[in-house]
């Protein structure tokens, strides 16, 4: 099978080690409304609130390196989706840079721009909200690359090699998205993103709707894909086991911030940040036996009024004056560990 | 001792589209004691779900329980009068359900729910109710029990109504809580909380549990003894630790080896080949036989339960009891 994708040298030029292939530097995405001249008046006056700010994400920085895979985990309302778009280039940060390869994105017009766009993908974690349902499987995933003039050949068999890279049986090409199953669908999700020869995909939660024995199958494929079209990921679940299985890499993030940050076995034989100690010790192993849940008290604050200082501390069992006021940078601690954590900087007992 | 709960070739049927009825509960038999803890696994469609159904005696029409008996207690439920299942139901067998939004009225007072179902099965003032309700409320854990009563569910966050929900199935100390799938939509730190609770109120008031999920993990760590379904049928059961270290059945061990786990990191994860077939399209005789690769002509009959009633497995090639 000869695939456009399958190139014969590895797609990263030498000078790849050194510059990574996504860098953010202090990114911050913010939601809200915008307030019209007349309630900026109000608000100026006093008589009215300033509208609710929600802060996604608070000056985070990350690096993604060509041909590794970034496990991004945090529990719900953390703001990793909202980091997963913006690594993907479909939202843009409200403030800080973003990176890829080594230029300014903002910046980038024009070809440059699209092939940035084009280059990295990302597949959503619903599999039947983001498949149209009026779109045979093969119209969704001759779409893209058709408008983008990347289908040499005929546009089945273009179609087909790339069904047939994620499993998906070419013959039921004409079908609708209705009529299979979220495996299946997952599968047509996959070959869609693929289909205009990403170097990067982000996948967020891609396996969380997915029956055990399904989501095996897709880890399978994301792990033969990697291998055969040198790709990079940007992982983002909140399945540890899932993503201590695919990752090289993981950032753990609590609300709007990563806290902490290292290779993937470090982090699970030596967590730092108690919040990632916390997360780990309750990840549900299968170890018969019985065993004593010790969970983390209360539950993750609004990002409509984040505490101050470190946004951990009301949950933090080590909590101390310190943290409750200022927020902890993020150091590193180990080669290509780091974590945000005041107790670092104590000398350890 | 007798068991609290013997379910005997329990059979629950769907209508198909050919009249012919489409078996989602297909003879399954287990017993539970009391203070056991039961965990039901089964990936979607495998049927673990009509079967708590079928134990509450909340299938709806035109779905029907059309064989075997539920023997709660000595007494058969499917045979039971509606009056005499409503009297049990919430006050000795009480159900937990996975999304605790769809369970709650959103237009009522949490104190209003919880009394609510202490009003229909006894005698009580609204004061010692509401007394009750307070107490309930504070035995899952939530802050400021007193002001929570007057609120109402959207105030909420996912894992205060999900605890709400226990401590309305926990009013009357029931013998038996069906618990589906509880803590699927909650996250990992809430999960544990979730489990810690449940924990602690099964082991003061020695409730039985039937603990419904997909999730290998949470029962290993929480039940007793494990019942696999596949096809609407349990095609595995026993202890929890011989089921999941010696698996029999070649669907419970492709399971068990599915979930990626530190000694899986990056390689590639053992995979059961294809999907879970829809009920009208199961395959005669074992229902794994089409996704299994020691399936051989003999599988083609029905395989009975090989085995005690406690610990059995649906299987003519199992895998031997102990391997490395």
């Given at each position: ?100 390869k ?5 910046a ?5 721009l ?5 280059a ?39 179609v ?44 967020d939660?891609?396996?969380?709707a ?14 033969d ?87 951990f ?14 927020a ?22 | ?97 996975q ?16 009394t ?114 596949y096809g ?19 669907y ?18 053992a ?54």
């Amino acid at each position: 099978m000869t695939l456009p994708a399958e190139k014969a040298t590895p797609r990263q030029a030498a000078h790849a080690a050194t510059i990574p292939l996504v860098e953010m530097r202090a990114i911050s995405r913010r939601f809200g409304s915008k307030p019209d001249p007349a309630a900026r008046i109000s608000i100026a006056l006093g008589a009215a609130k300033p509208p609710a700010v929600v802060h996604a994400l608070d000056e985070v920085d990350l690096t993604i390196r060509a041909g590794e895979v970034l496990g991004l985990v945090g529990e719900s309302g953390c703001g990793k989706s909202t980091l997963g778009r913006i690594a993907a280039g479909i939202l843009p940060p409200t403030s800080g840079q973003f990176l890829w390869k080594g230029q300014d994105r903002a910046a980038l017009r024009g070809q440059a721009l699209r092939d940035a766009d084009l280059a990295a993908q990302m597949i959503f974690q619903n599999p039947m909200a983001s498949l149209n349902p009026r779109m045979n499987i093969e119209t969704l995933v001759a779409e893209a690359p058709a408008i983008h003039g990347l289908i040499s050949g005929k546009r089945t068999d273009y179609v087909d090699d790339y069904l047939r890279m994620v499993g998906f049986d070419p013959t039921m090409k004409r079908r609708l998205p209705h009529q299979f199953s979220g495996g299946q669908r997952a599968r047509v999700n996959i070959a869609r993103a693929l289909a205009v020869q990403p170097e990067f995909l982000v996948c967020d939660e891609s396996v969380a709707a997915l029956d055990v024995s399904i989501q095996a199958q897709i880890l399978n494929v994301f792990m033969d894909l990697r291998e055969r079209l040198d790709l990079t990921y940007l992982f983002v679940s909140h399945d540890l086991g899932v993503v201590e299985h695919i990752s090289d890499r993981v950032a753990i993030m609590y609300l709007g911030r990563v806290v902490e940050e290292a290779p993937v076995e470090e982090i699970f034989s030596r967590p730092n940040h108690p919040y990632t100690q916390a997360l780990l010790a309750e990840v549900p192993r299968i170890k018969p036996g019985k065993r004593k849940f010790q969970a983390v008290k209360g539950e993750l604050p609004s990002p409509l009024a984040p505490p101050q200082g470190c946004h951990f501390h009301p949950r933090c069992p080590f909590a101390s004056e310190r943290c409750r006021v200022e927020a902890p940078k993020r150091k590193t601690i180990a080669p290509g560990h780091s974590s945000a954590c005041h107790l670092n900087d104590q000398p350890t007992i | 001792m007798k068991p609290l709960l013997d379910v005997r070739g329990l059979v629950t049927e769907f209508p198909g589209p050919s009249g012919k009825g489409l078996r989602a509960v297909d003879d399954i038999s287990f017993q539970l004691s009391r203070g056991e803890v039961l965990g039901l696994v089964g990936e979607s469609g495998s049927g673990k779900s009509v079967t708590g159904f079928s134990l509450m005696g909340l299938i709806d029409k035109p779905g029907k329980v059309t064989a075997g008996q539920i023997l709660f207690d000595g007494e058969d439920l499917v045979a039971a009068s509606p009056e005499r299942r409503r009297g049990l139901r919430g006050r000795r067998i009480a159900m937990v359900f996975q999304d605790p939004m769809m369970t709650l009225n959103p237009v009522l007072r949490i104190g209003t729910q919880i009394t609510e179902s202490l009003h229909a099965h006894e005698r009580i003032s609204r004061r010692a109710a509401r007394a009750r309700a307070r107490e309930a409320l504070a035995m899952v854990g939530i802050p400021s029990p007193d002001e929570r009563l007057d609120a109402y569910p959207h105030e909420f966050s996912g894992g205060m109504r999900q605890r709400v929900a226990i401590a309305i199935a926990m009013l009357h100390q029931p013998d038996l809580i069906i618990a589906d799938e509880p803590t699927t939509a909650l996250d990992v730190t809430i999960q544990a909380q979730i489990i810690s609770e449940f924990q602690k109120l099964t082991e003061e008031q020695g409730t039985a549990v039937i603990w419904i999920t997909h999730d290998l993990a949470i029962v290993s760590s929480l039940a007793d003894r494990i019942a696999v379904m596949y096809g609407g049928r349990i095609i595995e059961t026993g202890g929890i630790a011989s089921v999941l270290e010696t698996p029999r059945h070649p669907y419970t061990h492709g399971l068990i080896r599915s979930v990626p786990s530190e000694n899986s990191r990056g390689s590639r994860l053992a995979q059961i080949p294809g999907v879970t077939p829809s009920l009208a399209r199961m395959p005669d005789g074992c229902a794994f036989r089409t996704r299994c690769k020691r399936a051989t002509e003999e599988c083609h009959a029905r395989p009975e339960q090989f085995g005690t009633e406690l610990s059995y497995h649906r299987c003519f090639h199992p895998y031997e009891e102990v391997y490395a």
